[in-house]
């Protein structure tokens, strides 16, 4: 449904959650309030059947993209590294200096 280019705001969303795999409710609002997408996108995603939602135990609300939306919108295919370098080398870094991966540190 929101076929208005690879360069939209709103696929790069799909995208960045594709990357990241599932964010929490709390970072999916803070990465529609930098781009100034409503908040009522979710709902719209949800309906044309790009994104899923779910409550944990804990009742925190995590999303994901599904495999419709990898399908039609080509996630996976256009990473915007410029989009990503910060919480990719974050993330990158934990894993990088965890415990388990200690076992591989001696080669």
Known sequence: ??????????????????????VDQHKLFNLLDQRRIPHTWIGAQSRAGY?????????????????KAIEEQSLGRIILLTEFPNSAQDELGKDWDSQEDSIYDTA
């Open 1 to 22: 449904m929101e076929h208005s280019g690879p360069q939209s705001p709103r696929i790069e969303l799909l995208e960045q959650i594709y990357v990241l795999g599932v």
């Open 51 to 67: 994104l899923e939602m779910w409550n944990s135990a804990g009742g925190t609300m995590f999303y994901r993209v599904t495999q």
